[in-house]
């Protein structure tokens, strides 16, 4: 089988990518509007770019009427933005958040999460979350309908549990992340793991 993404199967190009490239991490981005109300939405087209400078990307969409999402508008005006990683036990009140409320509504506030300061950025983290990167906007690219902001990571919190001071490593093993599969509604757990030794 050969799609034509250039011409005949556009169409079923997100259906068939996010099918295939999987599992995918997901950012449930905590933003402030211009009155200050907390949105948190869930992105499952996310991931760390690089290290040097520490990077993150995510790719808010629009609404179906053609409007940026919340969230864009959000990092448009403000230029700040916290991802908060998702583990298995907030499973369910990242899903309610993904639900479209109204602009000036918000999503923590409907899902019952609670929410703790940032050190650098003035959108909150979620208190429940096992990590949470601040992010500065170093930039957003618009490629065809496609928006990708790209964050700058200045802090990182982690709850003390998934922290090893000794080493200065995450206790991996530990955190029970869950991942985006192909839609419209599959998810998958990342426990199940293997290791290989990486040649020399």
Not at 137 to 153: A, C, K, S
Request: aromatic fraction near 8%; proline fraction near 7%; glycine fraction near 6%.
């Amino acid at each position: 089988m050969e799609l034509d993404f250039e011409g005949a199967d556009l169409g079923r190009a997100y259906a068939v990518l996010s099918s295939l490239v999987t599992p995918r991490p997901i950012a449930w981005v905590t933003s402030l509007d211009e009155a200050g109300v907390v949105n948190a939405a869930p992105f499952s087209f996310f991931n760390v770019l690089g290290a040097h400078p520490p990077i993150v990307g995510f790719c808010p969409g629009n609404r179906e009427d053609g409007t940026p999402k919340d969230t864009a508008i959000n990092v448009r005006k403000l230029h700040e933005f916290v991802v908060n990683l998702v583990d298995e036990s907030l499973a369910e009140q990242m899903n309610q958040t993904a639900a479209s409320l109204p602009f000036g509504v918000s999503e923590v506030e409907a899902a019952g999460m609670e929410v703790l300061p940032s050190s650098t950025v003035k959108p909150p983290r979620l208190a429940a979350a096992p990590a949470s990167l601040e992010c500065a906007e170093w930039g957003t690219l618009q490629i065809g309908d496609n928006r990708l902001v790209i964050g700058l990571v200045k802090r990182v919190h982690i709850q003390d549990q998934y922290w090893e001071a000794d080493t200065m490593r995450i206790r991996s093993e530990e955190l029970r992340l869950i991942g985006r599969m192909a839609r419209p509604s599959w998810y998958c757990r990342t426990t199940d793991r293997f290791e290989m030794e990486r040649p020399q």
